[in-house]
């Protein structure tokens, strides 16, 4: 399964990724692949534009937490454009905003923000994909995104430790038939 609902540019000061629809278990292994690829050459600033995504479940935001400790080991930062209001209070619901930047109103980039999203329309980005997916590795993806919030705060490990340990359970079933 892929999808084409991420479109990025790497500008001078960040890594500019624009999510199209809704940020889902669907597009995140492709944010993910985009943003290691830039964390791992030093870079230091990310920013995931969500003006014009409708949602976010929680395998984006898990991907996005985990993003954005890789970013804070590192000394960068992984900042937030204009979510919804209800992304907004999702992410904030489950702490996302002790580790990343919602809407900064310093940012730099906020100064330019429609010259960049004008950037990425004309044609000046490249869509973000991660391959296909095997229903092993997807697996793998959603339970680590899963952990990272769950690993977050007490709230998040309650909520999310069911969702963990089915996961777990699936993984082993899934390798067990691989064996066979």
Avoid at 129 to 158: I, P, Y
Wanted: proline share 2%; charged share 25%; net charge negative.
């Amino acid at each position: 399964m892929t999808d084409s609902s991420l479109t990025y540019h790497e500008f001078d000061d960040c890594l500019w990724i624009r999510c199209t629809s809704r940020g889902s278990f669907v597009n995140s292994p492709a944010l993910k692949a985009i943003s290691e690829k830039y964390i791992a050459r030093n870079g230091r600033l990310i920013v995931v534009d969500l003006e014009i995504c409708p949602g976010v479940d929680s395998t984006f935001m898990g991907t996005l937490a985990g993003l954005a400790r890789k970013m804070m080991a590192q000394g960068g930062f992984l900042q937030i454009a204009t979510p919804t209001r209800r992304t907004r209070a999702s992410m904030e619901s489950l702490g996302l905003d002790m580790l990343l930047e919602i809407d900064p109103a310093d940012a730099g980039w906020q100064a330019n923000i429609e010259d960049r999203r004008a950037h990425l329309q004309q044609g000046n980005s490249k869509e973000a994909t991660a391959g296909n997916m095997n229903e092993l590795d997807r697996t793998r993806h959603v339970l680590e995104a899963h952990n990272t919030l769950r690993s977050m705060n007490h709230k998040n490990n309650e909520t999310f430790g069911y969702v963990c340990e089915t996961l777990e359970e699936d993984l082993l079933r899934h390798e067990a038939e691989l064996d066979d």
